[in-house]
């Protein structure tokens, strides 16, 4: 009996483990989601074309066609449709206004009368 609770434990223990893998692995791709839709956001704020959108999520769809061994196939899709956002140009340019109207309002000369 005693052995039979000992292998019960030893069960317990794994299947702990493997939730707590699991956990782990879907606040990763909890992560990355929120990622993603917060540059959708953006993009939608800066009035991206329909087009432009699709052109982005069909070259991320091709890229991960073939699924890597050895990595969850959602977060590869969701990693690469991240980096393909982050890589559009509306974005880029709209991150350069950011930093050049910061870096006109830190400017350390002043005019006095």
């Not at 019960?8 to 990763?28: G, Y």
């Not at 061994?69 to 982050?86: I, M, N, Q, R």
Request: net charge negative; glycine share 2%.
């Amino acid at each position: 009996e005693l052995q039979q609770k000992v292998e019960e434990t030893e069960l317990l223990k794994m299947e702990l483990q493997m939730l707590e893998t699991e956990r782990v692995r879907l606040s990763l791709v909890e992560e990355k989601l929120m990622d993603v839709l917060q540059l959708l956001q953006q993009l939608r704020d800066l009035n991206i074309s329909k087009r432009a959108l699709g052109k982005i999520l069909l070259s991320t769809l091709e890229s991960c066609r073939d699924p890597q061994p050895g990595k969850a196939h959602l977060f590869e899709v969701l990693d690469t449709l991240y980096h393909e956002l982050t890589a559009c140009e509306l974005l880029q340019s709209q991150s350069l206004e950011k930093a050049q109207s910061c870096q006109s309002l830190s400017n350390p000369l002043v005019i006095s009368c």
